[in-house]
């Protein structure tokens, strides 16, 4: 395992991410809603930096799976959107864009439950992997197409509790 960012590099990203948030949403509210499980650690830090009156939301994400691949796309559970969005400014927040299949499905899904403005914000944006026509609005950092762990991230339920994001080799993925 490498170390790709080291906590206090993650700490300093985090911050600028949150002020070109500030600076977007100033004077106005906010619903933060946070993608599970990987998000909560960015948001739980995004919300102490911002200085704005936020409401939390966090949803599930889902899709039909056959043989470990998802079939369809992705269906928000609505249920654990227990304030609703219609009429909130809205930032969906999620842990890493990879292909870009995650907002790319859940952003149009939000946006039929009727808010003022819907934007993304994620913590990692691999190089060269999207698939889609979208990109997040406001990226923590962009990285390289390996496999990232810590901060939230996992490998088979191992590695959330990392501080620091790392880089895990394909022998370590067994």
């Known amino acids: 395992m490498k170390t790709l960012i080291t906590e206090d590099q993650l700490r300093e990203g985090i911050r600028r ?14 619903t933060i809603v946070g993608v599970l499980s990987g998000s909560i650690t960015l948001v739980a830090d995004l919300i102490r930096l911002l200085d704005l009156p ?6 599930q994400a889902r899709c039909d799976r056959a043989k470990g691949v998802c079939l369809g796309p992705l269906v928000i559970d609505e249920d654990l959107l227990s304030f609703g969005v219609r009429g909130r400014n809205v930032l969906l927040v999620d842990d890493i864009f990879d292909t870009g299949r995650t907002l790319w499905d859940l952003i149009p899904q939000i946006d039929e439950l ?3 403005s819907i934007r ?10 999207c698939q889609v026509a979208i990109k997040p609005d406001f990226v923590g950092f962009t990285i390289p ?10 490998y088979q339920d191992r590695y959330h ?14």
């Open 114 to 116: 009727g808010p003022a």
């Open 120 to 129: 993304s914000a994620v913590l990692l944006m691999k190089e060269k992997c």
């Open 145 to 154: 197409n390996e496999f990232v762990v810590g901060y939230g991230l996992d």
């Open 17 to 30: 991410m949150a002020g070109e948030i500030q600076k977007h949403y100033d004077g106005k509210s906010l």
């Open 54 to 59: 936020l409401r939390v939301q966090l949803i």
């Open 161 to 174: 509790n990392l501080p620091h994001l790392a880089a895990l080799e394909p022998n370590e993925m067994t």
